[in-house]
């Protein structure tokens, strides 16, 4: 039998919260044989620092501990601890206000805008919209848009990976030679 979801919640955010962290998502559920159990953290509004490899780590000898002295879930079951991912929808006002400054695209019931994140207010956001430049042109910036977040219907962070990696001069492909 799956262990109720909620209650190995019930049991993990106490141990999750006490380092700082939010527990964002808690599925359990069978694969094969066994029953895994998948945690996904996040950070809260005011925390500055980042959720990196160390902190997950810290987080999931956590969980395992509560879950060990809880034993929330009957038999064996795998532990899988993550974050919410770079894409992962925008929800709650803390993912909101890590990604100001980002590029977003927000999906409201009148349209869809694209741009920069450039405050969150007490209601909703404002968004900078950025409309991609043609055959090299530069982008065309819009006015700030305010949008409250009770007409937000969907809203992530566009990952831009433009810019990353060293400039490949000669065109080659290099995939799969040694460096």
């Known amino acids: 039998m799956v262990a109720p979801t909620q209650r190995v919640k019930d049991v993990i955010e106490p141990a999750v919260t006490a380092l700082g962290l939010v527990v964002e998502d808690v599925h359990v559920r069978r694969a094969g044989g066994r029953q895994v159990v998948e945690v996904s953290l996040g950070l809260a509004e005011d925390d500055e620092r980042e959720l990196d490899l160390d902190r997950v780590a810290d987080a999931t000898s956590a969980i395992s501990d509560a879950l060990d002295a809880s034993d929330p879930v009957a038999g064996e079951y795998t532990l899988e601890v993550g974050t919410r991912g770079a894409d992962a929808p925008l929800r709650e006002r803390r993912h909101y206000a890590r990604a100001v400054g980002r590029s977003v695209r927000v999906r409201t019931g009148s349209g869809t805008t694209t741009g920069r994140l450039q405050e969150l207010t007490d209601d909703g956001i404002v968004v900078v919209p950025v409309t991609p430049g043609v055959k090299g042109r530069p982008p ?5 848009v305010t949008i409250p977040f ?11 990976l433009t ?5 490949d001069d000669d065109g080659a492909d290099d995939a799969g030679l040694e460096s």
């Open 163 to 167: 810019g990353l990696g060293p400039a």
């Open 150 to 160: 009770g007409d937000v219907t969907e809203a992530r962070v566009e990952v831009d």
């Open 140 to 144: 065309k910036i819009g006015a700030p």
